[in-house]
């Protein structure tokens, strides 16, 4: 039954008949068009749908379409255009407010509101109003900077915009993208517009563990409006199965995974059976009518329980649970414990977290029959990844196949990896020769995103009297769901913690042992800071128990172990290589900017009023810019070098093409600083275009921290290359020796005196439409590409120490964070306003893993937290400011010196604040070794419970 | 997800709705501010036959003072509750209390009337409703019926409103001389429902020890003679969030009645609490976390309302 309704957006009225059920913002989005109004989690919690009605700002996704007859709605685009909110739009460019642009919208309109009433908030008002709009990237600061700015009228320091001496890199540049994100202007891919689109939706497994009996889908079929009621069997049949094995893990295994479960199902929110319909609902509703006959088994649960004799075993045909076990051993670990004067002992439990991008996954296929080609719109950070896995488990060649990330919002690790109900969705376009689209839903995303982080990691440390670590013995359990993922398998996790945990450290005797374990819960895999969270974490709360064991200072006992800077190059025990770092430089610049002295001298006084505050110090190392050899020599089809391609447009601009991708770090920004520095030409020359496998050079994309240092060092080589080929010109054009000359500023300049000799304008006009003029034997290159691999080391280490600042409620058992800093060194910087806000990011990430994010089961398997009401992620009012402080050691092996910056923040932020509970505990001799530290958690330690 | 099918009306009179209530039964939702239905909608968790929209109904949205007390009709949104001098002055616990729900784009549309009738035990509003002794205005076909809020609540998600019946308003009888309100709860992130939540009142200051105790607090007899002191003579102490509804501490309020509200009695009846509480537990916090946050928000807040007294 359809109502008829009148309202007015954005100032037109406009009539409409909607189905009762239809939410306002899936009107305003699907049937309107104002996709500036995002989706999030569609139960009012993330305020990605705010939209204004009758000029309040309400959750589009908590108001019935139809109950909006009558009212006055504004959206971001009405509120963009009509300059409204040019102010805070500037302020939170000018901050980098925003990294996926994914909140942004709802952001903006929750901040004008917030202004409108209170035209000058201080930074607890702002917290408090933008307290209900999530935010994954951020970690809020600079989102409350620019509100404050926008609100005083000024944008305090802007950031330059373009210097005008040409020289960017090391340069807080603005990034261009953001204009487009500010004003509700991004194509999220569920924004992608095609003829005839159908959509899919899944029957998922209501249990951990089952075998399929009977799918009875002729209800579900009959329905109208249903198009499609695929099974698993029925898909196999389209699709080859996938393995998620490296083959460089010995002795590894896991079994086939299909798009959608045959015979039998290994995790609650499983994909079982498709259905494809004309709408989404009508999606949902076939699902309610496919009716599964399921025989339940018992689920494997526990990790201990699974390596048990007579455990289940998920995959009979592998013999056991058990996916790999590790053994890294170095020096002589028993003569370490027995030489030493004390040795300590701790077993620590890491949640299991998983990742939360505000923009779900999503996918849309569409595959033409004519043309028997395969186009795929994908919410994605590895497209070429993505296309060849199409190209042969569909079995499509590989020209015939195009895979396109349009604005993605937010990744983190999670949209790297092949997703069953994703492929099978790709499978239904070519089965139906139709467009359609598959995009998660919050449930389902807590369900079946990867999840991670999920170890128990008993460390043992043997040390002398002062303090200096001799050895260490770790053993890491960690359970990774049903299978392992696929292609980058669920193994790597694990292998970082066992390798990173000594990371900054020098002792040598070294013994390690990790377990990875099949179990019956939604798979995990690699996210953001891959098992560094974990490995500091581990290693950072035993430097602190040997200092507290021993009476010494925590930042004196890390000074006695640290490697310093004499001792590089270094290859670690674990065999890790680290080029140069910067341990104890990073660790005098974080306490000098946290001011530590003074803080100690705070928390010491408060403590003797009763107020239990903590300092936690974290030193991590990061891997970034995986090299050569990573995942091919495990045989995984994930290309490790990078390509860009630069094109010297007639005019004289630059289009640039790159295989590293953009989710809202500004990827594209950095690339075009390279570009602009390395040919010469303005930035607001230069166009950066990714993510298109029909368009850019071929390449691994964005991940483990490579954008910078593969996709910028490549764009270096383009650009260099361009500019020979430019000046070449050049020299023809004017006929003096191209040494005589350098591009600047995008003038052909006489290189000694700067003086202008040419615009690029007029060598580009000569070059590409009269040649004629140019001399016979003379070709121009004007589009040029490049591609580079990192060879001379296997990974680019960072580091960096970060510092948290905390008070416990030690009634509660709650903990507020005071403050956070952090120095870390990333290499040379392209742009420190960047690095800056991916280290809040990250460091928010960090907080959330240590205070409250967790994936709950039950005993049969169940995942307790599907909404972002029982998933707990940080926002505005529980985030500290966080305090960036930079060392820059650039990387010697390439031109740029670029190393990564997108994963630190988040690998020694759980260790700090674990670390600073503790010392906030200690004058009770009470002591956490899990996260997330619930108030449950901190009570049991202090025996209140 | 998308919500499953459902008939959508917007009845323009009470009269009309409470036809709808009469066609649809136990299959039409009321729908007033939407902020728990819309979500439960969506999820499919809710799949009614139809959604019956009062948001249209006149009269239901004014907050106005009586010689009953304060009236609060059932569609006055949570932001008007907090933004109203009305409520300060004669409500002051609702006021404290209000800027728990949720985030500002919530209060914008949830109403108190759906609050109350939604009974979620871990919700502001009701409890503070059951500590200011007030009345719950059902309406329904057969006429009006008021029924006392510590009645009214019956369980989880389950109230005294018979098939039929929706609320119409709420009176906050006014409040007797000498009582203070508190409120505090504890929620892991801002806007989140609380792991335990207390709304309370007290009497105090000039009671002589051993007052007696009425119903309410209307009375104010406690009050006679006396020099001001921080003696307790009556307190009212609903938890919520900690059991199936909002849950009154009477053995914990007789343990402090006539007592110095010092470390010793609040301890005290903090133990007696445990005879008031059987919280459930849940994936946030254990049935001993939850008591333990009772027993520290009742010594937090009635050791503040006692400081404010004296």
Known sequence: VLVKIALTVNGTAITRDVEGRQNLVDVLRYDLGFTGSHIGCEHGVCGACTVRVDGTPIRGCLMLAAQADGCRVETIEGVAESGAIAALQRAFRAKNALQCGFCTPGMLLTAQALLERNPDPDPVAIREAIGGNYCRCTGYHAIVQAILGAARGRSAKAPEAAPSDGAYIGRSVVRPQTARLVAGRGTYTDDVAVSRLLHAAFVRSPHAHARIARIDTAEAAALPGVVAVVTGREMAAHCEPWVGVLKNYVGMKSAPQYPLAVDKAVWQGEPVVAVVAESRALAEDGCARVRVTWEPLPPVVDAEAALAPGSPVIHPELGDNLVLETRIKSGDVDAAFKTADAVYRETFDTGRHTVVSLEPRVVLADYDPADLTLTVYHSGQAPYMLHDILSRHLRIPEHRVRVINKDVGGSFGLKIHTYPDEIATCALAVMLGRAVKFLADRVESFQTDIHSRDHRVTAEVAVKRDGTILGMRLDDLAPVGPFSMYPRSSVVESGQVLRTTPGPYRFRDYDARGRVVFQNKTPMSQYRAVGHPVAALVMEAMVDRVARELGLDPVEVRRRNLLTTDMYPYTAPTGLFFEKLSHEESLDAVLDLAGYQALCAERDRLRARGVYRGLGLCVFIDLTVPGAQTYGTGGARISSQDGTTIRLEPTGKLTVLSSVTEQGQGTDTILAQVAAATVGVPIDDVRVVTGDTMVTPYGGGTWGSRGAGIGGEATIHTGKALKENILKVAAVVLEVDALDLDVRGGQIVDARTGESRLPLSELGRVAYFRPDQLPKDFQSELTVTRHYVPRHQPLAYTNGVQLSYVEVDVDTGFVKLLGHWVAEDCGRMINPMLVDEQVRGGVAHGIGDALFEHCVYDEQGQLLTTTMMDYLVPMAVELPDIGVAHVETPTAYSEGGFKGAGEGGVAGAPGAVLNAVNDALSPFKARVTRVPMTPEVILRALNKL | ?310
């Open chain 2, 1 to 310: 997800m998308k919500p499953a099918p459902f008939e959508y009306h917007r009845p323009a009179s009470l009269a009309e709705t409470f036809d709808l209530l009469d066609r649809y039964g136990d299959d039409g939702r009321i729908l007033a501010g939407g902020q728990s239905l819309v979500p439960a909608l969506n999820l499919r968790l809710a799949t009614p036959r139809a959604v019956i929209d009062i948001n249209r109904v006149p009269g239901l949205d004014a907050i106005r003072v009586t010689p009953e007390g304060l009236v609060i009709g059932a569609l006055v949104r949570q932001e008007a509750l907090e933004r109203s001098p009305l409520v300060r002055e004669h409500a002051p616990l609702v006021a404290a209390a209000v800027p728990h729900v949720g985030h500002s784009a919530i209060r914008a549309r949830g109403t108190i009337g759906g609050s109350l009738a939604l009974a979620d035990p871990a919700a502001e509003l009701p409890a503070c409703m059951v500590a200011l002794g007030a009345t719950i205005r059902a309406g329904s076909r057969a006429g009006r019926r008021d029924v006392a809020a510590a009645d009214f609540f019956r369980g989880i998600y389950t109230t005294a409103l018979a098939p039929g019946e929706i609320v119409t308003e709420v009176v906050v009888p006014r409040a007797a001389p000498g009582w203070r309100w508190g409120f505090e709860e504890l929620a892991r992130r801002h806007g989140d429902f609380a792991l335990a939540g207390l709304a309370a009142g007290v009497q105090a200051g000039r009671g002589a020890a051993g007052g007696e105790p009425s119903e309410y607090g209307i009375a104010g007899r406690g009050a006679a003679g006396g020099e001001p002191s921080d003696v307790l003579v009556e307190s009212r102490l609903v938890f919520f969030g900690v059991g199936p509804r909002p849950m009154r501490g009477r053995r914990a309020e007789a343990a402090l009645a006539g007592q110095r509200a010092d470390a010793a009695a609040l301890a005290a009846a903090g133990r007696a609490l445990d005879g008031d509480l059987d919280p459930p537990g849940d994936v946030h916090g254990s049935p001993a976390l939850r008591r333990h946050l009772a027993r520290v928000l009742l010594a937090r807040v009635v050791g503040r309302l006692v400081e404010a007294c004296s």
